[in-house]
């Protein structure tokens, strides 16, 4: 038997089908760092190991006698947050402007940004944040924050934005 020349191996077929689980971890929380629209740069919120979206609508209760007896629930108003922990990793850009944003009441432009480099995005408040430090484990942080307003639907990333994921900021693109 042969070994496989490198260009053969970068040659391997891929699978088709665009079905594929989206990986957890390759889903990053970025923060809006300056600037406003197309130029706004955002910053990687550091040590990340999970940040849920979570929308919500209220239920409102659309019964009446026409009903046969059983409850009729309505959306009502709706919500999102996000709940955010990671490592305390000193010197973070993205957890340095969460906690400002949480000491004085500032809103934070958050940005979800997939593998693909598609993403979600909106504003929010930071109405907790936490340091844990553990005299036996890992310091961490988890803050919460709660939309003002509606998050973006997914949005397909721009062909100039760059979907690496180890990149320290973004461009906002669309949305």
Same mark, same amino acid.
């Given at each position: 038997?042969?070994?496989?020349?490198?260009?053969?191996?970068?040659?391997?077929?891929?699978?088709?089908?665009?079905?594929?689980?989206?990986? $957890?971890?390759?889903?990053?929380?970025?923060?809006?760092?300056?600037?406003?629209?197309?130029?706004? *740069?955002? !910053?990687?919120?550091?040590?990340q190991r999970n940040s849920t979206i979570e929308m919500t609508a209220g239920s409102l209760d659309g019964s009446h006698k026409g009903t046969g007896g059983w409850t009729t629930a309505i959306p $009502?108003?709706?919500?999102?947050?996000?709940?955010f922990d990671g490592l305390q990793i000193m010197?973070? *850009?993205? !957890?340095?402007?969460m906690e400002h944003c949480f000491r004085y009441g500032r809103q934070a432009h958050?940005?979800?940004?997939?593998q693909d480099g598609s993403f979600q995005d909106g504003w929010a408040h930071v109405t907790e944040f936490t340091r844990?430090?553990?005299?036996?484990?890992?310091?961490?942080?988890?803050?919460?924050l709660e939309g003002v307003g509606a998050i973006s639907e997914i949005t397909a990333a721009a062909e100039e934005e760059s979907a690496d994921p180890e990149e320290e900021t973004v461009d906002s693109g669309e949305g």
């Amino acid at each position: 038997m042969s070994r496989l020349t490198a260009e053969e191996l970068q040659n391997l077929p891929e699978n088709p089908d665009p079905n594929i689980a989206e990986a $957890g971890k390759d889903v990053l929380l970025y923060l809006g760092k300056s600037g406003a629209g197309e130029e706004e *740069e955002f !910053a990687l919120v550091g040590g990340q190991r999970n940040s849920t979206i979570e929308m919500t609508a209220g239920s409102l209760d659309g019964s009446h006698k026409g009903t046969g007896g059983w409850t009729t629930a309505i959306p $009502g108003m709706k919500s999102w947050k996000s709940s955010f922990d990671g490592l305390q990793i000193m010197g973070d *850009e993205g !957890a340095q402007i969460m906690e400002h944003c949480f000491r004085y009441g500032r809103q934070a432009h958050a940005k979800f940004v997939y593998q693909d480099g598609s993403f979600q995005d909106g504003w929010a408040h930071v109405t907790e944040f936490t340091r844990d430090n553990p005299h036996d484990g890992i310091a961490t942080v988890k803050a919460t924050l709660e939309g003002v307003g509606a998050i973006s639907e997914i949005t397909a990333a721009a062909e100039e934005e760059s979907a690496d994921p180890e990149e320290e900021t973004v461009d906002s693109g669309e949305g």
